[in-house]
């Protein structure tokens, strides 16, 4: 027996090349149909879980935002507390300091809003525009012309292209 004889007789070749049995082709379809399937539902489910995910720290994280611009405001409050408490003098120089310490908690105040991107909306002398301002009166003035807004009521804010309050006044007529 040659070499060659020899390895036919130990490792047997398939030459039988005809498809399988379609029986077989369709049980091997449904199999990985139902893996594929298996793999969908698997993906679908871990995307639901990284939408719950995303959606609790999107929460956290605003909270934390919240927290943190409430914990700027806590000094402000203490500081008009203080003020509420001192008294405020029968001298004229007393009430001056405790009008000073007023006039600090008020810059307190803004900072606070300028250093969160709000600005106070811009009224005595503008024309009045409904976007930022909202007319709570009429008055005439020889000074102004007609539809200027000649007194602020109530400031307004703004931040960015966000109206938080629109600036309460009284315009020329």
């Known amino acids: 027996m040659s070499h060659n004889d020899k390895n036919q007789d130990t490792h047997p070749v398939d030459t039988d090349n005809t498809p399988p049995d379609g029986a077989e082709a369709v049980a091997q379809d449904i199999v990985d149909a139902v893996d594929y399937k298996d793999m969908w ?3 679908q489910a871990d995307y639901q879980n990284l939408q719950r995910e995303t959606t609790l720290v999107r929460v ?4 934390m935002s919240e927290i943190q611009v409430l914990e700027e405001f806590i000094p402000v409050l203490e500081n008009l507390k203080k003020a509420f408490a001192a008294d405020s003098g029968n001298n ?3 009430f001056e300091n405790w009008k000073k310490g007023i006039a600090f ?3 307190q105040f803004e900072d606070i809003m300028t250093l969160h991107g709000v600005e106070k909306i811009v009224t005595v002398g503008l024309q009045f525009d409904p976007t ?5 009166g009429e008055e005439s003035s020889d000074a102004f012309a007609e539809g200027t807004i000649i007194r602020e009521v109530d400031g307004g804010y703004i931040s960015g292209d966000t109206v ?3 600036a309460r006044v009284i315009v020329s007529k």
């Open 41 to 43: 539902l698997r993906a």
């Open 60 to 63: 956290h994280w605003a909270k």
């Open 92 to 94: 004229a120089q007393q």
């Open 105 to 107: 908690i008020v810059k």
């Open 132 to 136: 930022v301002h909202e007319a709570v």
């Open 164 to 166: 938080l309050r629109a």
